[in-house]
């Protein structure tokens, strides 16, 4: 059975240059973008249960309204962003190699936006608050030595693969005079970041009559100690992710190898059937079922966690697969690459169920461009997911008669 998918929300120009990397964190029910420039954008997850009246001023109304800016965060833009999925903890990686660790600060609403009024009963699930940095992993981390990121889903660690086929974790709430205790055995070893300091603009709850307020810059103190290195080859690490249980730790590299890690002996899981060509992206169903693995091969490929073995080939891209999700119960799975398509998965079927093709994405729609990254999302009052790329754009689809 088909699925179609509609425009929702788009935001024009949300970032001034391409848009590399998305992470939804739940708890706060916040987007975060990062982009080749240096600040971080925030928007709320938040759409109302209809759909928008264009026309309409009251705040409530607004569906996924930008919220906060974290200026400064990477001098040479940020490429990669990830955020833990019940933990208070976001992470960004930078161009110059320098990891910071964001936490989700709550505030009581009323106090947020200085009204002293009840929040809006429709606007639950919108969670009043603001994201301020909580430090920077310094261990003499240059560019290279950190690209792609993970957190567990408690936020405590912390895993990053490198340009030379290293993979490094980090306990974030360890002391960083700790780091010396590295687990060293045939895969570990060790390792930690570092540099400067950013400015936060936390905003009041969603409304278009009011600009962000900025707040004090933070202070950069470091932050995590380094817990231990795997050594998977030579090749680049372009993808990892982190088991929702976080007993296993997957990797995605260059010449189209795949690993699995076993968090909990801190040795290798499983060497999985290596794809054609470069694996851009690797993801666990929430229930670590599968691990779901793309990238310039044009296939999704799905693998048994328990077993290693490949079970399915999900063909239908005609370029490069850049990214991958799971909506929350697993039954489906979201792809977005090079050709500006966006392909909705039925992984129990094995088939594709929709597309979102360039030609069909208009400016700010977030489709018709490279698509860097694609998540699920709450529309309304289904799910749909947002998708931003080479324009630097925002598009929020919602699936039809979800409204």
């Known amino acids: 059975m088909s699925r179609q998918y509609l425009t929702h929300t788009t935001h024009t120009h949300a970032h001034a240059s391409d848009i590399f990397s998305l992470a939804v964190h739940r708890p706060s029910a916040t987007l975060l973008s990062a982009s080749g420039s240096s600040s971080l954008q925030v928007h709320s997850t938040y759409s109302p249960p209809y759909l928008p009246d264009p026309d309409s001023l009251d705040p409530s109304d607004e569906a996924f309204p930008h919220t906060q800016t974290l200026s ?76 792609a990121i993970a957190l567990s889903s ?50 009041t709850k969603p409304k278009r009559a009011r600009s962000p307020r900025k707040k004090p810059p933070s202070t950069d103190k470091p932050i995590g100690a380094k817990l231990r290195q795997y050594d998977t080859g030579k090749s680049f690490g372009m993808a990892i992710d982190i088991s929702p249980s976080g007993t296993l730790t997957a990797t995605g590299h260059q010449k189209g190898s795949l690993h699995l890690l076993n968090n909990s002996t801190s040795r290798m899981h499983a060497s999985l059937l290596s794809l054609a060509g470069p694996v851009r992206a690797v993801k666990f169903s929430p229930a670590e079922t599968f691990l779901a693995a ?66 069909e994405g208009k400016e700010g729609s977030g489709a018709g461009a490279a698509v860097w990254g694609v998540k699920w999302v709450r529309v309304g009052r289904g799910e749909g997911f947002v998708c931003a790329g080479r324009r630097g754009d925002l598009g929020w689809w919602r699936e039809a008669a979800s409204g």
């Not at 960004?92 to 964001?102: N, P, Y």
């Not at 660690?157 to 780091?179: E, F, I, K, Q």
């Open 72 to 147: 400064g965060a990477h001098k040479l833009g940020c490429h990669h962003v990830a955020a833990s999925r019940e933990g208070k903890r976001a992470a960004s990686a930078g161009f110059g190699g320098e990891v910071r660790v964001w936490r989700w600060n709550d505030v009581d609403a009323a106090m947020h936006n200085g009204s002293g009024s009840t929040p809006d009963p429709r606007t639950d699930g919108h969670q009043a608050g603001f994201w301020e940095l909580e430090g920077t992993i310094h261990d003499d981390c240059k560019a290279g030595d950190v690209w």
């Open 154 to 203: 408690d936020g405590q660690y912390l895993a990053s693969t490198s340009m030379d086929g290293r993979v490094n974790v980090w306990d974030l709430d360890a002391s960083p005079s700790s780091s010396s205790a590295v687990d060293t055995n045939d895969t570990p070893n060790d390792v930690n970041a570092g540099p400067t300091s950013t400015e936060t603009q936390p905003t």
């Open 294 to 359: 793309a990238g310039d091969g044009r296939i999704v490929a799905l693998y048994s966690t328990r077993s290693g073995e490949q079970v399915a080939l999900l063909e239908g891209h005609t370029s490069w697969v850049f990214d991958l999700d799971f909506n929350a119960n697993g039954t489906l799975l979201v792809s977005g690459g090079w050709a500006g398509e966006v392909r909705v998965w039925d992984v129990e079927r094995r088939e594709c169920v929709s597309v979102v093709k360039g030609d």
